[in-house]
């Protein structure tokens, strides 16, 4: 059974970098760190508020394409068993469950109903510790590019177990935006009418800050580039956003309103 939405995965170039990136200017906090020998990589999972992100970070210059958001994590209590049900659905795998790479539980992946890369792991350590306060109050998001908004929510919801938390749309550009969630962590499905698949789907993080104006101006004099456009009144017009780039090219979106589930 799925027990959690974990992380969400981002592939990396240079370690120090994003650590500075992360770390140093949005005040996360490294949870773990393990190390990939078959593909020569560091694994470091950074915990902003109470939610997580993987740094897959490529040592070979070589191995740095296709950098940025790249899959969603699932946890889960039985991974076998969790395999041959979406097996048996339909659902595409590119591999049978094995040992992680880093000798940290089993784990294989997934093609969600909208081309997203999904994660299934089964381990004993969550990664996860009591939120760490900081800049970053909370990780809002991660948001999703859902062409097909009804496959989507059957996936996310039958099969994986995530619960609705709240639908917004946009009138003036026909945007629907249906919050789901399981336990702390939170996806976005966007849709509008007629829209075309992306890949990867995953389009953005978003991260709740106490305000944006300020800490788009604390980004500048740090060296960041906000890009054009932001910050902004957000299109539901609750709060302000703004948006970023790591290192990797993942864009990083900062929300100044309430919690979801206060909304």
Do not use: W
């Amino acid at each position: 059974m799925i027990t959690e939405l974990n992380h969400v995965g981002i592939v990396a170039g240079d370690a120090e970098e994003n650590i500075k990136f992360y770390v140093d200017i949005l005040g996360g906090k490294i949870v773990n760190e393990s190390y990939i020998p078959g593909n020569n990589t560091k694994c470091i999972y950074v915990q902003l508020g109470s939610g997580m992100i993987e740094l897959l970070c490529r040592q070979n210059e070589a191995d740095r394409v296709n950098l940025g958001l790249n899959h969603v994590c699932f946890l889960t209590d039985d991974l076998d068993g969790d395999y041959e049900k979406l097996l048996a659905d339909g659902f595409e795998f590119q591999f049978a469950p094995k040992v992680a790479g880093s000798g940290d539980g089993r784990l294989t992946f997934l093609t969600d109903s909208i081309g997203t890369r999904v994660e299934l792991i089964q381990r004993d350590n969550t990664y996860r510790v009591a939120d760490i306060g900081g800049r970053v109050l909370g990780f809002d998001h991660i948001s999703l590019s859902a062409h097909d908004l009804e496959a989507a929510e059957q996936f996310y919801s039958e099969k994986m177990g995530m619960k609705e938390l709240i639908r917004m749309k946009v009138e003036a550009t026909e945007l629907t935006m249906v919050y789901l969630n399981l336990g702390y962590d939170v996806i976005e499905l966007l849709n509008r009418p007629n829209q075309q698949p992306v890949s990867p789907p995953i389009g953005h993080i978003a991260l709740r800050v106490d305000n944006v104006d300020e800490l788009s101006e604390y980004f500048v004099s740090q060296g960041l580039e906000i890009l054009p456009g932001f910050p902004k009144t957000a299109g539901t017009g609750i709060g302000r956003i703004t948006m970023v780039k790591d290192p990797n090219g993942a864009k990083i979106e900062f929300v100044d309103r309430k919690d979801l589930r206060e909304l």
